[in-house]
């Protein structure tokens, strides 16, 4: 428990961004599960129809530090690279 008021409005705002957090976290993971069924199935029209949606949901994760630049640019890279082998 915080014990300070700073510490306590600390608290507060971390709890407010965590739902936001969750929520940018959720909507790029869905994304990229589309994306990967799609694959899966063999769509790959429909998987890069959908990948400036994933892409999107990415950047905004990195640019709000949920998660970072190099592991957004290995997410996006292993999904073009996974739509080109079905293409092939």
């Known amino acids: 428990m915080p ?3 700073g510490a306590e409005k600390a608290h507060r705002a971390s709890l407010n961004k965590r739902v ?3 929520r ?7 994304s990229v ?12 029209a429909k998987a890069e129809s959908m990948m400036p949606e994933t892409y999107q949901a990415i950047d905004k994760a ?13 997410k996006k ?12």
């Open 77 to 88: 890279s292993r999904l073009m690279a996974a739509i080109k082998k079905v293409k092939a």
């Open 3 to 5: 014990i300070t008021k």
């Open 62 to 74: 990195v640019k709000r530090g949920v998660i970072k630049e190099n592991t957004a640019a290995r």
């Open 33 to 44: 599960k589309k994306v990967r069924k799609a694959i899966a199935a063999g769509d790959v």
């Open 24 to 30: 940018r976290t959720r909507v790029m993971l869905d």
């Open 20 to 22: 936001f957090n969750l």
